[in-house]
């Protein structure tokens, strides 16, 4: 079976190492210069690093399977950074339980009732009596008012922007999960996971293995167009030139689907725009001095125009780098907020009186060389009764497949799901292909 993948993110690299596996024949089209997606890196003395921030958690069984197959597994440093949270004008410590008995930002009350909810949180094996219910609506209950309105609406608003009242509570409970599942044996801190080389080093050996086995990876070839050829099998339309194929898989973003899917699939795209997606745009800088000893550091002022400062080289030794600090100042928005279009520099300029808020020692002079990225497509917006809108990796379009980023749930989407929703997809597909080869 031949089959084309749109996108050479970690999704469609996965898809076509594991296709390849299996004796399919596998070309993928990448729209731009080099395959990652948003796991694309700059070089900073001389080591990549991803413009978005990434480390793994130690329950990605699907990430960490696949470096194992791939050979990279030693590669994958675990962490314990400290974490902070940003609020009434001070950064309180937020790395432990202790941290949050301690939380000034909250009336005792408030933190032992706190600290109660979310063990009982905890404590439930299933999300399903979530589902249909909202995570504003659901963990006030659990948490209380207080801890709700100053913790987590703000952390649900840093996230999703104004969709954050939506936002079901199966996948707060599902994140609150996930973070509490890579704690120490000691509950007190975080383990994350970063790999020496970056995720580039995942990227490149994924990219390397599919094209020793012969698959085709075409780099600065957007996809223009998905047409039904005559058969009724699917075709490409890239660079102006048709592709056929048995079967085509796009692991781009639904709004990128809805683009280049054909007019007269109206009726499906139509549903493809129930789901809402928040953009990520991000700053990577330099920064001449350590600004504090979190790794993370969560604002939960809204005040600010950013939700989080990540100062990666609290985690990961600056050594690596040449010696060199980085910290990340990160925000998910709606693609149309004025962050997506003013220029790099002007951008910067909002971002430094207020990290000077939160760092007092920040100051501009401070910043050497910086990235700006942004990415219009980088969240969907995982809404109370998803489960029922969540796209079939089987569309109603003969040959037509979907995996990405949007088939995640309950789970925050990264790149443990991306491996997950490729090792499902690929199992549709597979059973599919005597009826696909046999037009
Ligand atoms: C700010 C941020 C922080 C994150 N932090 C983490 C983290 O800590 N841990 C974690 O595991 N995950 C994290 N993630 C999520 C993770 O990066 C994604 O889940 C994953 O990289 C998505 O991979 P993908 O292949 O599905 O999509 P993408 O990476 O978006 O890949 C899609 C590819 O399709 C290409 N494309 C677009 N249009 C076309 C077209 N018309 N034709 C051909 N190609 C096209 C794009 O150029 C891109 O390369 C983070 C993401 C962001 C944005």
Redesign the pocket.
């Known amino acids: 079976m031949k089959i084309a993948i ?7 690299l996965t898809l076509a190492y594991l296709l390849r596996k299996l004796g399919h024949a596998v070309e993928v ?4 210069g080099a395959p ?4 694309a890196t700059v070089e900073v003395g001389g080591e990549p690093i991803e413009r ?5 958690f130690t329950h990605d069984r699907f990430m960490i399977g696949l470096c194992e197959e791939l050979g990279i597994a030693d590669r994958l440093d675990w962490h314990e950074p400290l974490m902070g949270f940003y609020a009434g004008e001070r950064v309180h410590p937020f790395t432990s339980p202790l941290d949050l008995l301690r939380f000034g930002h909250l009336s005792l009350p408030a933190r032992v009732r706190l600290g109660l909810g979310t063990v009982l949180l905890q404590r439930r094996r299933s999300y399903a009596a979530f589902e249909d219910r909202t995570a504003a609506e659901v963990m006030p209950r659990y948490t209380g008012r207080e801890a709700f309105d100053k913790i987590f609406r703000p952390l649900l608003e840093a996230k999703f922007d104004r969709h954050w009242e939506g936002v079901s509570m199966a996948w707060m409970w599902a994140r609150l999960m996930s973070r509490a599942r890579t704690r120490t044996p000691d509950k007190r801190r975080e383990r994350l996971g970063y790999f020496r080389g970056g995720f580039r080093v995942v990227v490149d050996a994924l990219a390397r293995t599919i094209t020793e086995r012969g698959a085709a990876l075409h780099l600065r ?3 223009q167009e998905v047409t039904i050829g005559s058969p009724g099998a699917p075709a490409l339309r890239v660079g102006g030139q048709a592709v056929d194929a048995d079967a085509v898989v796009a ?3 639904l709004p ?1 689907i809805r683009r ?1 899917l054909p007019e007269e699939r109206r009726d499906f795209t139509n549903s493809l725009a129930a789901t809402n997606y928040v953009g ?1 745009c ?1 700053v990577l800088m330099e920064i001449e001095r350590q600004l504090s000893e979190y790794y993370w550091t969560n604002i939960g002022d809204r005040s600010l125009p950013f939700a989080g400062l990540i100062e990666h080289t609290n985690m990961v030794e600056r050594e690596r780098y040449g010696g060199q600090r980085l910290l990340y100042v ?1 925000n998910y928005l709606p693609p149309e907020h004025e962050f997506f279009h003013i220029d790099d520099d002007a951008l910067i300029d909002r971002f430094v009186e207020p990290i000077q808020r939160v760092f007092p020692r920040f100051a501009r002079e401070q910043i050497g060389r910086s990235w700006v990225s942004r ?1 219009p497509v ?2 969907p917006v995982i809404a109370a009764g998803y489960q029922r809108r969540k796209p079939a990796y089987r569309s109603p379009i003969p040959g037509f497949y979907i995996c ?2 949007s088939q995640i749930y309950p789970e925050d ?4 799901y ?1 491996v997950r929703i490729a090792r499902e997809c690929l199992e549709v597909l597979d059973g599919d292909a005597p009826e696909l080869t046999r037009r």
Do not use: M
């Open positions: 749109v996108g050479a993110g970690i999704t469609g089209f990448e729209a731009g990652g997606g948003e796991l978005f921030y990434h480390h793994l070839s957007p996809v692991t781009v973003g990128i280049i990520a991000v990160s990415d980088a969240q990405n980023t989407r990264g790149t443990n991306n």
